[in-house]
């Protein structure tokens, strides 16, 4: 039986609702042999294609039912709108296998059949389309287009050719990147881009490169920290900060030397900058897979937002529509049915704790950024 609608998304004109795929039953036996707890196996095949139902031009805080569904369109920011951003990240072009948290036992692991396009093909050929379609639906066009790292599986040139021949050759001037740790290897040539500001009508971009070389973990080097700072003395209005890795909490009881993001000392030096610097907007990573926004005491509404990946699933980007009196964050599920078919499928990864985490809240994904006085 088809399950449940879910509110996927919600702008100041649009709603999204997701009734999810029906799947057929997962098998899966533990593989023979050390380091590989369970075998590389196929998806699930779709029973029920999922539905995205995109409901357009609705009026901004306003309530409607939509399939059962009370929901109410986020307010409109005052003032004009100055900048549109549309955000990719974890595209993960190489990979061949879904899944896996390195030397962590994780079951399942899929790849894709014999003949199938490999996934990241797949899924970063329709966030372009979908990124395009918006530009249709908006009737404007994106000022710039954003991966926030994981470019690669492997951070090899034949992988970096991947990304390059999709977006930077679709976007050109438009793309903007940064690594993220799988794309920062030693014996890799994918360009550092940090330290790097891009402007348009008054807002300000700045790209951090947040990796350690060869490790999973971030952190931010003092160079990038004092850059960081002089960006007070910035002539633009708004500051937007992107990094793959997400900082550690400074509102945590306990620091974790082991943290997956960015590592508690230089994340608590990052969240005093912001402090300091009330043009920040906020900071905008990857890495995690998950869509996430977390506030900290000392920086009151600026969000901390992680966004979930191209690859698998939700298989979604996000959209910022930039105004004068506050920005929305709307979320954004790749719509083409091959595309909805994978993601579904990659629902029943890490044992099928997957889509709780991966997807968050409907404050993890769409939500009214205020700026600070
Ligand atoms: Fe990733
Ligand atoms: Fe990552």
């Not at 078919?341 to 990659?346: D, F, G, I, L, V």
Request: hydrophobic content about 35%; glycine content about 8%.
């Amino acid at each position: 039986m088809i399950g449940p609608p879910e509110i996927i998304s919600l702008g100041d004109d649009q709603v999204t609702i997701c009734y999810p795929a029906v799947l057929e039953r997962l098998e899966i036996e533990p593989a023979i042999g050390e380091g590989v707890p369970y075998k590389v196996v196929y998806p699930p095949q779709v029973i029920e294609p999922a539905r995205l139902l995109h409901f357009e031009g609705l009026s901004p805080d306003t309530e409607y039912n939509f399939e059962g569904l009370k929901v109410r369109t986020l307010k409109r920011p005052a003032g004009e709108l100055l900048a549109c951003l549309a955000c990719v990240t974890d595209l993960h072009f190489g990979e061949a296998v879904c899944g896996s948290l390195g030397s962590v036992p994780t079951s399942p692991l899929f790849t894709r059949r014999p003949g199938d396009l490999a996934h990241p093909q797949l899924m970063n050929g329709g966030a372009i389309s979908s990124i395009i379609h918006a530009e249709i639906l908006n009737d404007r066009s994106f000022d710039y287009i954003i991966a926030k790292g994981d470019l690669t599986s492997s951070g090899s040139d034949q992988e970096f050719a991947l990304f390059a021949s999709n977006y930077l050759e679709k976007f050109g001037q438009r793309m903007l990147y940064i690594r993220g740790n799988h794309d920062a290897k030693s014996d890799s040539s994918i360009p550092k881009i940090s330290k790097v500001s891009h402007v348009t009508n008054g807002v300000e971009l700045a790209l951090l490169d947040t990796n350690i070389t060869d490790m999973t973990s971030g952190y931010i080097d003092d160079g990038q920290l004092e850059w960081i700072s002089s960006l007070e003395s910035s002539q633009n209005k708004l500051i937007f900060l992107f990094g793959h890795h997400h900082p550690f909490s400074p509102d945590s009881a306990k620091k974790d030397p082991n943290y997956f993001g960015i590592e508690p000392d230089t994340s608590k030096s990052l969240v005093n900058l912001i402090e300091q610097n009330r043009k920040i907007v906020g900071y905008f990573a990857g890495h995690t897979h998950r869509n996430r926004i977390r506030y900290f005491s000392q920086t009151d509404c600026v969000p901390y937002v992680e966004t979930a990946c191209i690859k698998d699933f939700p298989g979604s980007w996000t959209e910022y529509r930039i105004f004068e009196g506050g920005t929305l964050q709307i979320h954004r599920r790749i719509e083409d049915p091959d595309c909805l078919a994978w993601s579904e499928a990659n629902r029943s990864l890490y044992g099928g704790l997957y889509p709780d985490y991966a997807m968050g809240k409907i404050t993890d994904r769409s939500l009214f950024i205020n700026y600070r006085k």
